[in-house]
């Protein structure tokens, strides 16, 4: 029985249409402030107000019922979120944060189980029976980034090593690990989202003796040998086929990610760099999606979170007055709303995702 798309398609990239919906009116000029002003308030907002009394972390500002359960819904939480905001503690290094984030991993989302579900009601249960292998490698490339910069903390690495082991023995199919296993059903997807390829946590693994090395040469050759079209990559590859699949409306924060992890490659990055360095400088902004063939904005909207991730890009192409030059615009999206100093809130409501993300990319700049 095939993994049906839809339960794909609605746990990883309904989410960011959902982004589409509040982001609609985030036209318009705001203030600057410095990069430790930035990234607190930011951190503040996420803390004082995307945190549920339990210590989850809520999908959205504002209470929603659900309306199916495969989409996050108000103060849903997501195993996506849980590994951005240990990405964070390590970036500000607060310890605090970091404990207490692991203290949720293994209360909430894993619990007894030995996989992370990936979402959770706002009261902590869950009623998935499925991971999500981005988040998977994020939450453990952190636990294990952890345990190197405190020391005192062996529970980090031996859950690290718990997970990755589960991973390996459930989620495999021909060789290359897929975006999701349903525990329940047992049952695996044809496809991995090139968007979860993290090759630096996958060199960690190897680092730390969970992985062996053939195995991460083939993660490494896919990035490395992956077509294109000139500028954007394509969204997923078949396992099973060999296939790599491209969307005629690129999302920018799928393609910023790929080419993240792509850059632990000797793959030329130039063309997309360019790209966005052109549609920034013609147009003061750069759109949330674009058409692959004419290379044209698809949406009016603008995401906070494109803007964290192509700050982390631009850093990491050695560009930093790009880097800066958006960084200098992404605030202009946010404290919009006085209720909510810090965040970037639009209409009342925001997704964690344009928070943490942003958060992200002003850690990425401040630490380079």
């Known amino acids: ?218 993660y490494h050759a896919l990035l490395q040998d992956m077509p294109d079209d000139g500028v954007f990559y394509p969204k997923s590859f078949n396992v099973v086929t060999g296939e790599y699949t491209y969307e005629t409306t690129v999302n920018l924060i799928d393609q910023l990610l790929v080419a993240i992890h792509a850059g632990e490659t000797e793959r030329d990055q130039e063309p997309l760099l360019q790209f966005l360095k052109q549609k920034f400088k013609q147009t003061g902004k750069l759109s949330g999606q674009y058409v692959r063939a004419g290379r044209t904005a698809a949406v009016n909207y603008e995401s906070p979170s494109v803007y964290g991730l192509a700050i982390k890009f631009a850093i990491d192409r050695g560009d930093k007055p790009f880097a800066k030059a958006l960084y200098k615009h992404m605030l202009t999206l946010k404290g919009r709303d006085a209720k909510y100093p810090g965040g970037y809130v639009f209409a009342g409501n925001t997704h964690i995702f344009d928070n943490l993300l942003p958060l992200l990319g002003e850690y990425a700049l401040a630490n380079h």
């Open 1 to 218: 029985m095939e993994v049906n798309s839809l339960e794909w398609r609605s746990r990883r990239n309904v989410l960011w249409v959902a982004i589409v919906l509040l982001l609609g009116a985030s036209l318009g000029i705001g203030g600057c402030r410095s990069h430790a002003e930035g990234k607190e308030s930011t951190k503040r907002f996420i803390a004082m107000n995307l945190t549920n009394p339990n210590g989850t972390l809520a999908t959205y500002l504002q209470e929603a019922e659900p309306v199916s359960p495969e989409l996050a819904a108000g103060r849903e939480a997501l195993s996506e979120s849980l590994g951005l905001w240990m990405q964070a503690a390590l970036e500000s290094h607060d310890l605090d944060a970091f404990e207490k984030s692991y203290e949720t991993l293994t209360r909430h989302f894993t619990t007894d189980r030995n996989y992370i579900a990936w979402k959770l009601n706002p009261e902590g249960g869950t009623e998935v029976s499925t991971n999500a292998l981005g988040d998977d490698l994020r939450i453990i490339g952190a636990l294990l980034e952890g345990t190197r910069t405190w020391e005192g903390h062996p529970e980090w690495k031996a859950t690290a090593k718990t997970l990755t082991e589960t991973l390996l023995s459930r989620s495999q199919k021909n060789g290359f690990l897929v975006d999701f296993y349903d525990f329940s059903r047992q049952e695996a997807p044809d496809t991995l989202a090139l968007a979860y390829v993290d090759l630096s946590v996958l060199k960690e693994l190897v680092q730390e003796g969970m992985l062996d090395e053939e195995t991460y040469g083939r």
